[in-house]
Nanobody
Framework: QVQLVESGGGLVQAGGSLRLSCAAS????????MGWFRQAPGKEREFVAA????????YYPDSVKGRFTISRDNAKNTVYLQMNSLKPEDTAVYYC????????????????????????WGQGTQVTVSS
């Protein structure tokens, strides 16, 4: 059974930084693309970042590009999201997710932005940015 456990959320002032972690178990972590999404109250779940199974490619929407960095440590079965220059509009519950297909490598710039690409999700961690 796959488990994804996020940690690192909290309350931070605008302009501050947080690093989220997601520890994975249950499948060969190094063969699956990983993503981060977020969901604010009353809004749809939104793509934040993704990283290829090899770690060689990363993907971001314009809203976080240059401020957020996704990385992974395949030896520790963990994916990270470093968030800098945080804004109040970054306030949301942040979820990590694991791709449903091992070694997926084609069309990642599109597919990894879509929630249906992922079959396992963490429980979420709250990030609150105060102004």
């Amino acid at each position: 059974q796959v488990q994804l456990v996020e940690s690192g959320g909290g309350l931070v002032q605008a302009g501050g930084s947080l690093r989220l972690s997601c520890a994975a178990s249950g499948r060969t972590f190094s063969t699956y693309n990983m993503g981060w999404f977020r969901q604010a109250p009353g809004k749809e779940r939104e793509f934040v970042a993704a990283i290829k199974w090899s770690g060689g490619s990363t993907y971001y929407p314009d809203s976080v590009k240059g401020r957020f960095t996704i990385s992974r440590d395949n030896a520790k079965n963990t994916v990270y999201l470093q968030m800098n220059s945080l804004k109040p509009e970054d306030t949301a519950v942040y979820y990590c997710a694991q791709d449903s297909r091992a070694y997926r490598s084609i069309g990642l710039s599109f597919s990894l932005q879509v929630t249906t690409t992922y079959d396992y999700w963490g429980q979420g961690t709250q990030v609150t940015v105060s102004s």
